[in-house]
C-alpha cells in the first residue's frame, strides 16, 4: 500500500472513529461522508454586502443555529446571486475550523467547500464564501460544518461535527438545507 493510500485511510479511519465517540454509529456515517472543506467546484466570492442565515428567524429550526461545545455554527447566505459560507461564533479556540459541505446525492457523497481556520480565540469568523446559483441547483442539499478543539479538561481534543439544523431530514437523523 503507498504511503498515500496510508495516510488517506488512517485519516478516514480517525474521522470516523471520532464521529463514534462524538455521537454513535449514526454520526459516524453522518460525519464520515464530510467534504472537510478542502475542495470545490464553486467560485469563491468576497462577502456580500446583504448577510443572513438559513432558519433565520423561523422557531421551527432553532432560528437556523445549531449550538455545540460552547460555539454556534450557522449557514450564513447572502443574496443575489446566491452566496454562502459557514459562521462559528461563541468560545471559538485557535485552530476551530469551518467550512459548508454540498451533497447532490442526499448525503451520501459531500464536496466540501470554503474551509477556514481562525488564527484567534474568541473571534466569530467565517468560511470563504462561495456562489452557488445557476445550473445544477436543483436537488442540492448543504450544511455547515466544524471541526473543534475541546477545553483542557478534554485534552485539547479535536471534534468534527455539523450544524443539525435545516428543511431536509437524513436517515441519520440530521438535517441540512436544500437549494429548492
Known sequence: MSRVRRV???TA?????????AGGTAAAAEIGTMGQGDKCTYKEQSMPLK???????????????TEKYGRVLIL???????????????????ADRVWVDISYDKGKNWQGCGGVS????DKKFYSKWYRHSGDGVKG???????RTTMGAT??????????????VKSKAGARWWSDN
Open 8 to 10: 488517506l485511510t488512517a
Open 13 to 21: 479511519m480517525a474521522t470516523a472513529l471520532t464521529a463514534t465517540v
Open 51 to 65: 448577510v443572513s442565515h438559513k432558519g433565520a428567524g423561523d422557531k421551527k429550526y432553532n432560528n437556523g443555529v
Open 76 to 94: 450564513s447566505t447572502g443574496k443575489w446571486p446566491d452566496y454562502s459560507a459557514a459562521r462559528l461564533s461563541g468560545k471559538v479556540r485557535k
Open 118 to 121: 481562525t488564527d484567534k480565540k
Open 140 to 146: 442540492r442539499v448543504m450544511r455547515a460544518c466544524a
Open 154 to 167: 478534554d485534552n485539547g481534543k479535536r471534534v468534527t461535527w455539523c450544524a443539525t439544523v435545516g428543511d
